[in-house]
């Protein structure tokens, strides 16, 4: 069973030409979550908050999964490329030699816009590969249910017998999406090899087998505003230790969260900004490049 490191709180922040979010990890210590760089909860329902979004910017030696709940995602890239994500669907974006793109996000009818992005990194034999796009739709994502109700949304790898439509990405990660009805506990397997976290977002969860409790107090309503220290609550991002199942139980208003793990690169991260390369000679020649106009490949 594996154990939990640490549950923290996803921070507010603000990226794009003024969009506000909030940042569960991300441009800090990568060899907790490797391969994984960032996560960003971008959930907000004023359009003023968002609706500014993510004008052009640059991305190397990265792929971005763009995950939406609610609203919707206008996209457009050098390439020639532009499309809209809507409620469930999901972009998996492999930027490798480099890309231009803006994203746009926009409320659904009453205004809410609802998403996640992780960054995943890429092996340093990859970083210069071709871009390519993933876009799949909601009604395209697997959805398995078990006899106690809880429900996971295979978005990418394999889980109780259903594959996510997702493929061919450099970390085979596995990707989940669970539901978890009240007072309900589970099992859910993740390989030894694998770093592992989860993001609540929705309801409760007691992570169990932890090595300490954890690093938030939660207050949730449904416990009288009783301290429950050992649940995580929406906006809260639990890590891992080895192992090979994560143990959780929701409370008594259910939970509903990201379940994430992928095998580690072990290599060294140069990063700056939206391009993580191996090296630093690596990170400033990408810069010059996109200085000098040179950075897309043909």
């Known amino acids: 069973m594996r154990s939990m490191k640490s549950i923290s ?28 760089l960032l996560f960003d909860d971008f959930r907000n329902d004023d359009p003023l908050k968002y609706e500014k979004g993510f004008p052009w910017h640059p991305h190397r030696g990265i792929e971005t999964i763009t995950y939406v709940l609610a609203g919707n995602v206008s996209h457009a890239d050098s390439l020639g490329n532009e499309g809209s994500l809507g409620a469930g669907d999901v972009q998996w974006m492999t930027a490798g030699s480099g890309i231009l793109h803006q994203e746009m996000p926009h409320g659904d009818a009453q205004g809410r816009m609802h998403g996640f992005q992780l960054w995943a990194n890429l092996p340093s034999s990859l970083k210069m590969t071709a871009p390519r796009y993933q876009d799949v739709l909601s009604k395209d994502i697997p959805t398995v249910t078990d006899d106690d109700g809880t429900a996971v949304r295979v978005v990418c790898g394999e889980f109780w017998g259903q594959r996510g439509p997702v493929d061919g990405v450099a970390a085979q990660p596995r990707y989940l999406d669970v539901s978890l009805p009240a007072n309900t506990k589970r099992s859910l397997p993740v390989e030894t090899s694998r770093t592992a976290f989860a993001y609540v977002f929705e309801g409760e969860a007691r992570f169990h087998a932890a090595s300490e409790p954890g690093a938030v107090r939660v207050e949730p309503p449904s416990h009288h505003g009783q301290p429950m220290s050992e649940y995580a609550d929406n906006r809260s991002l639990v890590t891992f230790d080895r192992g090979d199942e994560v143990v959780v139980e929701s409370g008594d208003i259910g939970a509903r969260f990201l ?13 700056r900004g939206p391009i993580v390369m191996n090296t630093e000679a690596e990170l400033n020649q990408a810069w010059r490049e996109l200085r000098a106009g040179t950075f897309i490949r043909e």
Do not use: C, I, N, Y
Request: a negative charge; charged letters at 20%; hydrophobic letters at 35%.
């Open 9 to 36: 709180k996803a921070q507010p922040t603000m990226e794009g030409a003024g969009v506000h979010l909030h940042r569960a990890f991300g441009f800090g210590d990568t060899d907790t979550t490797d391969p994984f």
């Open 259 to 271: 379940l994430v793990s992928g095998e580690p690169l072990r290599e060294p991260v140069a990063w």
